[in-house]
């Protein structure tokens, strides 16, 4: 990955709120609940601008790849941003970079990635991402 971003180097914001669950013995949040974020961040975006159809939709993401940098401890109760950008959109493929920022910070606690690939829903084989889905994905490049 590279070396850290910074808030404007994303198109998509969601606030986020720690939860007390997420913090470990240590007092900060827990490396596993960033992936939770992860996926929080990016199946809003697509639930929200209506590329995805989490219920009756054909076609579903699948997560193939996930990783995470970690710059600053955060703990419960903070307020957070989530970020969002795509670096890359294949056939049947998307990668995500995000961060998870501070409120009111630029500098992010954390950068991670995240991969889908776009199956049929019955049979599980890759698909051709669907024309809605690839109008959303542009956008955040």
């Given at each position: 990955?590279?070396?850290?971003?910074?808030r404007?180097?994303?198109?998509?914001?969601?606030?986020l709120?720690t939860?007390?669950?997420d913090?470990?013995?240590?007092?900060h949040?827990?490396?596993?609940?960033?992936?939770?974020?992860f996926?929080?961040?990016?199946?809003?975006y697509?639930?929200?601008?209506?590329?995805?159809?989490?219920?009756?939709?054909a076609?579903?993401?699948?997560?193939?790849?996930?990783?995470?940098?970690?710059?600053?401890?955060?703990?419960?109760p903070?307020?957070?941003d989530?970020?969002?950008?795509v670096?890359?959109?294949?056939?049947?493929?998307?990668?995500y970079?995000l961060?998870?920022f501070?409120?009111?910070?630029?500098?992010?606690?954390a950068e991670?990635r995240?991969?889908?690939?776009?199956?049929?829903?019955?049979t599980?084989r890759?698909?051709?991402l669907?024309?809605?889905?690839?109008?959303?994905l542009?956008?955040?490049?």
């Amino acid at each position: 990955m590279k070396a850290q971003t910074s808030r404007a180097d994303y198109k998509h914001i969601l606030p986020l709120q720690t939860r007390w669950a997420d913090n470990d013995i240590y007092g900060h949040v827990n490396n596993v609940a960033y992936y939770g974020y992860f996926d929080t961040i990016v199946n809003e975006y697509l639930i929200a601008s209506g590329a995805l159809d989490i219920h009756d939709g054909a076609v579903i993401g699948l997560v193939v790849e996930t990783g995470c940098n970690y710059f600053a401890p955060l703990a419960f109760p903070e307020k957070l941003d989530g970020a969002l950008r795509v670096v890359h959109i294949g056939n049947s493929s998307v990668r995500y970079e995000l961060a998870i920022f501070r409120k009111g910070e630029d500098t992010p606690a954390a950068e991670g990635r995240f991969v889908h690939v776009y199956v049929d829903r019955e049979t599980r084989r890759p698909v051709s991402l669907p024309e809605g889905l690839r109008k959303a994905l542009t956008l955040l490049i």
